[in-house]
């Protein structure tokens, strides 16, 4: 099943939603209290500050977490195409036939790489993984077998490009599901709805016709859809794109 993580539109209408309804709730409550005391208004605007200013950091933190995993990713992407080029180059030293046969697959495993990183949901996500690991499975019983037939140290640099390809495939499927936790979603989610409740109960700023409180559940709410397509590996507006995959596949053309 989708998360609603995994689509940032949705999650920004839904945390949209959700911080209106604190802050009116908020608002609702000043107006059946009545007026505050000075005290009263001192005290809130403590808690109010304290409130925000945690909420700033949470959300400074998150940021910069899903920033990272975001350049993992990316630069995960450039290592895979790295080592695919460098297998494709050291196939050279197999025997003919095999060599031939390793660079047609890994065409067809680059073609697969490149599809992974394009899909759009789990499904074909996996689709695209499985045939990479059937093509995987398929190059090392080639060079497998070479390397057993003809053991030097020129086969031992195959049979580490080899394993470098296998290896890199599997450190970008790592940060991929490395995201942020579900945990530091809820208890960022709960902060923010006590900030908005308590500027909905506290404001008295009105924009012309907008209201005061309205202001800052729209900027919590992009804010986590910011953070939320970052942290999204498939969905939403920044994607890693395959461009190191690409041009890999464009010079190794047979």
């Known amino acids: 099943m989708t998360r609603p993580l995994d689509q940032p539109f949705f999650f920004f209408i839904l945390a949209l939603v959700l911080m209106l309804l604190a802050a009116y709730a908020g608002r609702y409550v ?29 959300i400074g933190f998150s940021f910069s977490m899903a920033v990272g995993r975001y350049d993992d990713r990316k630069r995960d992407e450039a290592t895979e195409a790295n080592t695919i080029e460098t297998a494709y180059l050291r196939a050279d030293f197999l025997p003919a036939a095999d060599a031939t046969r390793v660079r047609e697959l890994l065409r067809r495993y680059t073609g697969e790489r490149i599809a992974t990183y394009a899909a759009g949901t789990e499904s074909i996500i996996e689709e695209h993984r499985s045939a990479s690991t059937t093509i995987q499975s398929e190059m090392w019983a080639i060079v497998e077998r070479a390397v057993s037939a003809r053991q030097s140290g020129v086969m031992a640099l195959v ?17 991929w599901n490395n995201r942020i936790p579900t945990e530091a979603w809820v208890l960022m989610f709960a902060i923010a709805l006590c900030c908005c409740s308590l500027i909905g109960y506290d404001t008295r700023l009105r924009m012309g016709i907008v209201a005061g409180h309205f202001v800052l559940p729209v900027l919590i709410a992009v804010s986590f859809f ?12 920044i994607r ?10 464009q010079s190794i053309k047979g």
């Open 30 to 58: 000043r107006e059946r209290r009545g007026p505050m005391n000075r005290d009263e208004r001192e005290e809130l605007n403590l808690v109010l500050t304290s409130s925000l200013t945690l909420l700033a950091l949470i």
């Open 226 to 237: 910011l953070i939320a397509d970052l942290d999204s590996t498939h969905q939403g507006l």
């Open 159 to 175: 049979a580490s490009s080899m394993s470098d390809v296998v290896d890199s495939q599997r450190y970008a499927a790592a940060a």
């Open 240 to 249: 890693v794109s395959p461009d190191n995959l690409i041009l890999t596949a």
